[in-house]
């Protein structure tokens, strides 16, 4: 559920949508960004390293030689990322490369998003998925093919959604009598449908909301950002009242907001599109706005208050009270796998990508280290029992306990895929009874902490604890990096110098659409939201020098 | 995944497909079949209430009119159901109708997914999900398009899917350059992608699964059981050895089997496809039977070992440990919603759905009793603790308080729902400090058990024992169904007699294609499968007087 004006962003990478329609070849295109040489974090891992680094245990030579070259190989073709300074949109598809995120599809524009990135999408989901219980809406599902019709019914529905449409005109062999639309959005069949459903008031008020799949034909895509094929959740929901559907919409954006904060780290800015902005065919539009690493702004979660707009064009009424017939007030709410890519950019270094601790598929990676065949069982046997410490404790724990890679080298791999952090074993550990643990979010010596005791209780503890601290710090982190990158802005010339520099501004606004498309054209800038939280006082819109309600928030966006 | 005859079968109901390609009036289809009369159970329901039936408490005495004709209504609108016996499909119809499962989509063949039937769904996930997991699969996400010239790959796969296929012709408003296929499976897109992530041995095996939408333009559609568009979980594995690939193939359909047995308690007889039957570009199909109500057979679960088809086709390869170059060997696997179809059609009675504890979405159903105002109190108090009470043993319980409709209509209302067990407390109760449990599966008296003290750890216990008990109870009904209507044939003859009184027949086959195809002509039965479970000793081909390895089930399928 993009804005209403759906214009293709002027800054988005050409390259993810320069692939050929099909092609063996769209990896490739992924990897002509890699250079040869090693990041700089590359070699602060492996000199982070103070437990012995030492080569892999192996009886067969000739194994172990092919293992070796395997190694530089895949190290040398998989490991490099450019440097997030040097080119954002570089690093942002190295990232997804390397961590194995995603993947081009045959068709130009899509995406395979692979294990890992879908797994951080399972853990959006299983969060999500509680809170909508809890309030109320239940799972279903709504056929994906809609008939051309329903789309027409809605003016500024058919107007905002017409363009991206992929339609299906032939079925079992046969050319259709009507075009089917692959959906792109379900509030059509979501009302042809409650018109079924909805009887009287007490029908109402009725929650559901569905996983999917939704298809938009857009030009210009980026992996998990905007792509012809994408999977998000969508809410839909009919009230008697327009209090009650504008309660909803504000629910679930704040449903929304919270779970960008707590869960993702994020420090989302959650408000109300403008009108310009407002999605196709809803009342109000209510979003959270996120800082991207480069400072684009990313609309990462939308709840719409549809108010009466699809129950008049597709006739939802109910029985009120009274006996009076009524049309249903509406919301719908989504996130999509657009959000993979808001973590990837809020977090993510030059070492590649950075997940907060709720979200991360594996929390703790646990490396033994030996150096000799007798030292490798009291290793394993240390790391094994911490590793079932920590699962037991309801931590998500990985040990790669694998002999075909260097300790050094899965320090790398694992904080290239974001781990948030690493416990390594050594023999003098084991002798010790204590185990290293390596923060992913404090680079080198500063993140490490030697002699944490193996004992369940203390280790399970500590760990806890240390999750939570980092879960905390990117949150931090970011809010400030947020933060110094707004400026206050109270004349145009002010807002035109701080897009300029790549910031957002932010700055009280009453002025008409054309207004705010001019802002565009001449900035690239656009009104990302009035936030939710305003600053006290009078307020006089620095475009025209009228009072104004609010102070809009403007970034050039994704 | 479905056999690779795919012939549609003559016995499916023109019902749903003769629903017109958009209508309004695709619910009232469904419910031109309701009786006017109410079902025998639903007097039985009533005459069984052993608490007080009373009228609803309200203050409100207009409300309280408007109320009760509302409940009439709704009560000789939704509540007739037709006889198993009658007319299977109409029953079959009218249950999902009834209990809110599914309704139709606008497009002829689809289905909406309703919250009650989306829910068994989300238990089927829930389980399989925690299953593919343990044994090392990965969830992640491939397109939906998939450009035609990869469906045309692999010769048998294009054959039998060709004339099934919905394809996107325009996108973005232009017609396309190549015609992109909505899968119908995706073993051809997997592949494309599999040449891009397989290298070496090291990269095996590789065991992924999804959860997807997939599309066949069926002609003779059956909620559940056979729509355009359907939802599944389809595992796609590469391997490095042929043996590798079989176990795995085996592997899924055990995991397969062992669900439909423990949690829904279906029998289906588990085994191997015919060469006929098997999927199109597999090498061996293995598959789960189940004997629906009607008796008919429901494929309800494949496990396919495709050898070498699609990796030849793709050129799939992988450098193995002596450094050659070689192709890998692959499965897919699949479940689908059709299960669902399968757990209505397995248990279901006149009353309407009945559901196996481990599969219900709600296992416990409190249905509170009052006459008097000054009783309600209590009542409600009385029953929220036992709400409580067995909520937090991880009981799925919902507590029916509202006071729109009488107890007795509730009863009924959960039994046609299919809970598996009642607790009823009427005042009465709670003076005794107990509670009224009744079966869902045991009708009447019979299944009704007085006087359960309310006591914690008594309840608690209790009804967990009870839900086991119900569990086995209905795998053991339709297991004695189930083998009261196979019959060992020892020639055609009795074959026929068997296929023609609506049974299975089992008999020692080792005849060609073409005979199998001729009893399919002349009886409508096919091959289901030569099941796992062989019986010992020689065995002669009824068809041919050869001998025959083993024994294959012949029988009327969906």
Not at 107 to 125: D, F, K, L
Not at 208 to 224: H, I, L, S
Not at 396 to 416: A, C, H, I
Request: include cysteine.
């Amino acid at each position: 559920m993009v804005s209403a004006l759906r214009l293709p962003s002027l800054h988005l990478t050409n390259l993810f949508s320069s692939s050929p329609c099909i092609s063996r070849r769209s990896s490739a295109i992924l990897r002509r960004h890699h250079r040869l040489r090693p990041p700089p974090t590359l070699t602060a891992g492996f000199s982070a390293q103070s437990a012995a680094s030492s080569p892999p245990e192996t009886d067969d030579k000739v194994v172990e030689i092919e293992k070796n070259r395997a190694s530089q190989d895949r190290g040398n073709r998989e490991r490099v990322i450019t440097p997030r300074s040097q080119d954002f949109n570089a690093w942002y598809l190295d990232v997804i490369s390397n961590a194995e995120l995603a993947d081009y599809g045959p068709v130009r524009g899509t995406m395979v998003i692979r294990p890992y990135g879908y797994a951080i999408w399972e853990a959006i989901q299983d969060y999500l998925n509680v809170k909508f219980k809890e309030t109320g809406h239940s799972n279903m599902y709504f056929p994906q093919f809609i008939p051309y019709s329903f789309i027409e019914k809605e003016a500024s529905h058919v107007e905002g959604f017409s363009p991206e449409l992929a339609l299906v005109t032939i079925g079992g062999g046969k050319e259709l009598e009507e075009k089917l639309v692959v959906r792109p959005t379900s509030e059509t069949i979501v009302n042809h449908m409650f018109t079924q459903w909805i009887h009287s008031y007490r029908d109402l008020p009725l929650l559901v909301n569905q996983w999917a799949n939704v298809t938009r034909w857009e030009m210009r895509t980026k992996p998990f950002v905007r792509t012809l094929e994408f999977l998000w959740q969508e809410g839909h929901t009919a009230h008697a009242t327009p209090e009650e559907a504008e309660k909803e919409a504000m629910q679930m954006i704040d449903i929304y907001t919270k779970f960008a904060y707590e869960h993702t780290a994020i420090p989302v800015i959650a408000g109300r599109k403008s009108k310009v902005e407002t999605f196709a065919g809803a009342s109000r539009t209510y979003t959270i706005e996120a800082m991207m690493g480069d400072k684009r702004a990313l609309q990462a979660g939308t709840s719409h208050n549809l108010g009466q707009n699809f129950s008049l064009a597709f006739g939802t009424q109910f029985t009120d009270e009274n006996g009076q017939r009524q049309h249903v007030w509406q919301t719908s709410w989504a996130i999509s796998t657009r959000f993979v890519g808001g973590i990837i950019m809020t977090h993510g270094d030059d070492t590649g990508l950075m997940l907060p601790p709720r979200i991360a598929p594996i929390q703790v990676v646990i490396v033994p280290i030996w150096k000799k065949a007798d030292e490798k069982t009291g290793v394993l046997s240390a790391a094994l029992s911490a590793k079932e410490v920590l699962q037991k404790s309801g931590i998500r724990v990985k040990l790669d306990d694998s002999d075909q890679r260097t300790p050094g080298w899965k320090f790398n791999f694992w904080e290239m895929k974001g781990i948030p952090l690493r416990i390594e074993i050594g023999p003098r550990d084991v002798s010790s009874g204590s185990v290293v643990i390596s923060r992913r979010d404090v680079p080198g010596k500063q993140g490490k902490v030697f002699g944490i005791s193996m004992e369940p209780s203390i280790l399970e503890a500590y760990v806890k604890d240390k999750l939570d601290e980092i879960q905390s710090a990117l949150l931090e982190r970011a809010t400030s990096f947020r933060d110094s990158n707004i400026v206050d802005v109270s004349s145009y010339e002010e807002l035109k110098e701080a897009i300029s520099m790549g910031k957002w501004a932010r700055g009280p606004w009453s002025a008409s659409d054309a207004d705010e498309l001019k802002v565009k054209e001449e900035t690239g800038a656009t009104i990302r939201c009035f936030p939710f939280e305003q600053p006290q006082g009078n307020k006089t819109c620095f475009m025209t020098g009228n009072p104004a309600q609010e102070v809009a928030l403007f970034a050039k966006s994704y």
